[in-house]
């Protein structure tokens, strides 16, 4: 069992498994066959040493791939008018992602197997998709190719289907294609840059420091540091990986230490799970509150949605009281952000002044720091 981007066997086996992706792009032929292959065999490496794992894993695929296709079946006989239907749909989708978290805190064995959140998360946009008629057919293929997709799977970035499937399908001219190698060969090199030297370089001075006051706030600089180096390398590595794949998927992150405001933040870190969860929870149930007029009020109504939302999010991170109030901090902030952009006199009148603009930066920055803090559960002790 290697760990993906995480030791030399794994870069290794990379180069190896890379380098007919690289002749073939470079021939100007399509990727697509020979990286389903490849995702497979990477697939079979990730999680070789857990016996356990490969079964979920491949349960969990096959369900999924079953799941689609009846799902497009029904939206192709009957349309997408029927509720319920999606419903269940939607909720067999995540049923799986649901045993994990709570084997995770209950006394039954772990359900838990490699990168069944950011799985959960590709098969429940191609379901809604689906149910919007924005996807109309799918291969089996195609849609194993995309959840499993190796460079991705594990940690993110979370793709999105259509745009995935489009790279996928697409025959590079040898120039283009060589282009793409050399990003993907850059991204490679910074995103070990940033996950081994400096992140670290860090990590192991968080371990080092005591529990006082001031102790406490290096610790809170430190991990803030850390948890982004490690985190943006990470990804960084994955979209270099993927572009050697002929895959462009998306960057997660955008120099988010230099947001102005919360709102900003959440628009250059963790990219996208921000957009998904933008897309297919915070607007989805913005819209159904305001169908159902549980809400009058659009801005309330978007207001609670934004809790929501971000509550869920952290949920998602962990059971622990201190995931849930990491995302619900985020959540009243966001809900301050925008109050204080709708109504602030203020704001309105200095928004555009250079002084405005870093004093909203150095806001940003330690209102995310102290976010991060409680992420860590230091405090929890």
């Known amino acids: 069992m290697i760990t993906a981007f995480g030791e030399a066997a794994f870069f290794l086996v990379l180069a190896v498994v890379a380098l007919p992706a690289v002749v073939l792009g470079l021939m100007g032929r399509r990727i697509k066959l020979y990286g389903l292959v490849a995702t497979l065999v990477m697939c079979g490496l990730l999680v070789a040493d857990n016996k356990r794992q490969l079964v979920l894993l491949a349960a969990f695929l096959v369900g999924e791939m079953i799941l689609m296709k009846a799902h497009l079946w029904f939206i192709r006989k009957h349309g997408n008018k029927h509720v319920w239907e999606r419903r269940l749909a939607v909720g067999l989708s995540l049923l799986p992602l ?16 490699i990168g069944a959140s950011y799985l959960t998360f590709r098969a429940v946009q191609v379901i809604l998709e689906i149910s919007d ?20 799977l594990s940690s993110g970035p979370i793709d999105r289907s259509r745009r995935f499937l489009q790279d996928a399908e697409r025959r590079y001219q040898p120039g283009e294609y060589a282009g793409l190698v050399g990003r993907g060969l850059t991204c490679l090199v910074g995103g070990a840059f940033y996950k081994f030297a400096v992140a670290g370089l860090i990590a192991p001075r968080l371990a080092e420091l005591g529990t006082g006051r001031l102790e406490t706030v290096i610790y809170m ?5 850390d948890l982004f180096f490690d985190f943006a390398g990470y990804s960084l590595m994955a979209v270099g990986a993927s572009y050697l794949f002929g895959i462009r998927t998306p960057h997660n992150f955008r120099m988010p230490f230099v947001s102005e405001s919360i709102k900003e933040f959440w628009n250059r870190w963790h990219i996208t799970l921000s957009f998904w969860l933008r897309d297919y929870v915070y607007t989805r149930l913005l819209m159904a509150m305001l169908r159902r007029k549980i809400f009058k009020d659009k801005v309330r109504a978007a207001h609670v949605a934004v809790m929501v939302n971000m509550t869920l999010m952290g949920v998602w991170h962990g059971s622990q009281w201190y995931y849930i109030a990491y995302g619900a901090y985020h959540g009243v902030l966001l809900v301050l952000n925008d109050v204080w952009e709708r109504r602030s006199r203020f704001h309105n009148r200095h928004q555009g002044k250079v002084w405005y603009r870093l004093l909203g930066i150095l806001v940003t920055f330690h209102l995310v720091l102290f976010g991060f803090l409680l992420f860590s559960g230091r405090l929890a002790n």
């Open 221 to 225: 600089y430190l991990y803030g540091a």
């Open 98 to 113: 649901v045993l994990v978290k709570l084997s995770g805190i209950m006394e039954f064995p772990s359900l838990a197997f």
């Open 133 to 152: 008629k924005l996807i109309k057919e799918m291969s089996l293929l195609d849609h194993l190719y995309f959840l499993a997709f190796f460079p991705t």
